[in-house]
C-alpha cells in the first residue's frame, strides 16, 4: 500500500499563489508517476499536472504557464506551484502515484480562489 499526504490548500484571492506538497510513504514504486488531479464542483475529475521518475512534465493546457510541478525523490515528496491564480482553478486537488497495476490517490486538499 501506498500512503498519500496533502498539504498546502487554502483560500486565497485571485491572482495569488499556492503550494500543494504530497508526500508518499509505504510501498513506493520507485518508478512511479506522481502528480495532481483536481475535480470541481459539478465536474468529473482532471489533470492538473504529473511528473515522471525521470522528470518529464505533462500539465493540463488550463494551467500551463502558472503552475509548475516538481518532485524529491530523495523525499518521495511532489511539489504544485501555483500562480495567478484564477476562481476556475476552485477545486479538490488529489495527489496520484501511478503506477503500472494501478492509480492510488490522496484524500484531496480544498484550493478555493476567491475574492
Known amino acids: 500500500q501506498v500512503q498519500l499526504v496533502e498539504s498546502g490548500g487554502g483560500l486565497v484571492q485571485p491572482g495569488g499563489s499556492l503550494r500543494l506538497s504530497c508526500a508518499a510513504s509505504?510501498?513506493?514504486?520507485?518508478?512511479?508517476?506522481m502528480g495532481w488531479y483536481r475535480q470541481a464542483p459539478g465536474k468529473e475529475r482532471e489533470l492538473a499536472a504529473v511528473i515522471s521518475s525521470f522528470g518529464s512534465t505533462n500539465y493540463a493546457d488550463s494551467v500551463k504557464g502558472r503552475f509548475t510541478i516538481s518532485g524529491d525523490n530523495a523525499k518521495n515528496t511532489v511539489y504544485l506551484q501555483m500562480n495567478g491564480l484564477k476562481p476556475e482553478d476552485t477545486a479538490v486537488y488529489y495527489c496520484?502515484?501511478?503506477?503500472?497495476?494501478?492509480?492510488?490517490w490522496g484524500q484531496g486538499t480544498q484550493v478555493t480562489v476567491s475574492s
Open positions: 509505504g510501498s513506493i514504486f520507485r518508478f512511479a508517476t
Open positions: 496520484i502515484h501511478r503506477i503500472v497495476t494501478g492509480d492510488y
